[in-house]
């Protein structure tokens, strides 16, 4: 969200947000408007707002924030695995 908040407006600027969220964390990142995806690709059929998600046969975790109303940005990271 920080991040974020460096982009004005942001809604021109998501896919340079995806691509920056991408370097710094190795994650996936998506931004949806509705049914829409906007920005980083078409990512899973059904991204909940967190929690996790399977897609291409790993295992992700899932954060999302709505920078605005009807638009949110999801990133989707490797769970942090326990021994």
Do not use: C, D, K, N
């Amino acid at each position: 969200m920080h991040l974020a908040a460096r982009f004005e407006p942001l809604a021109s600027h998501y896919q340079e947000l995806v691509t920056l969220i991408r370097t710094v964390t190795g994650g996936r990142v998506y931004v949806r408007s509705g049914a829409h995806w906007i920005a980083g690709g078409r990512g899973p059929a059904h991204l909940p707002t967190a929690g996790r998600v399977t897609s291409a046969g790993r295992v992700w975790s899932v954060y999302s924030w709505m920078p605005s109303a009807g638009t949110r940005v999801y990133l989707l990271t490797p769970p942090v695995q326990t021994s």
